[in-house]
């Protein structure tokens, strides 16, 4: 039997994390659970501006969340809660391109507040414990992800000819 999206990342995240010493079973399932949704670009980028246009970086999520302090604390929750998720997907996923561009302690420091925040708005959910987790350990679990990434599920190969978007994602 095919495993799905979901199990494949949870055993490759499952063993990756045990390596880095992040054990915790419910931040494994959540982070699992964030690369299978985050497998659909519409997932990546679900949030659009008031003008129907999707947010696609942090500058602009971060200006969306400041019109709906003011007007929806809803979709500012959303909002903050996705910044989270997409800076630590970036974060450890693309961590060479963000480092080339000097932008990643931008994604972490922006991720890890972003994790606070969530856990405060969710303060009394299940989840509130896995956000404060996120939040505190978020470098390390960057870090793992990176490494997994580089290990298990390489992206780039020394010939991009057979495989352009990887080239892209290098740059």
């Known amino acids: 039997m095919t495993p799905t999206l979901s199990q494949f990342f949870h055993r490759h995240i499952q063993q990756g994390f045990r390596r880095a010493g992040i ?5 494994v399932a959540y982070v699992s659970d964030l690369l299978a949704r985050f497998a659909r670009t519409e997932a990546l980028y679900p949030l659009n501006d008031h003008e129907k246009r999707p947010l696609t970086t942090l500058v602009q999520f971060l200006s969306e969340q400041r019109a709906a302090q003011e007007q929806d604390r ?17 974060s450890g996923f693309f961590r060479e391109r963000l ?48 490494d997994i ?5 390489p992206l780039a190969s020394a010939d991009y000819s057979e495989r352009p978007l990887a080239a892209l994602w290098r740059m």
Do not use: K
Not at 74 to 90: D, G, K, P, S
Not at 117 to 145: G, I, K, N, P
Not at 149 to 153: F, G, K
């Open 23 to 27: 054990g915790e079973p419910a931040t």
């Open 74 to 90: 809803a979709r500012e929750m959303i909002i903050v809660r996705h910044m989270a998720e997409y800076a630590l997907f970036m």
């Open 99 to 146: 480092r080339s561009r000097g932008q990643l302690s931008y994604y972490a420091d922006h991720g890890r507040s972003a994790f606070g925040q969530t856990a405060d708005f969710e303060r009394h959910s299940e989840r509130a414990r896995v956000y404060w987790r996120l939040q505190q350990d978020f470098a390390r679990v960057a870090e793992a992800l990176d």
């Open 149 to 153: 990434r580089q290990h298990r599920l």
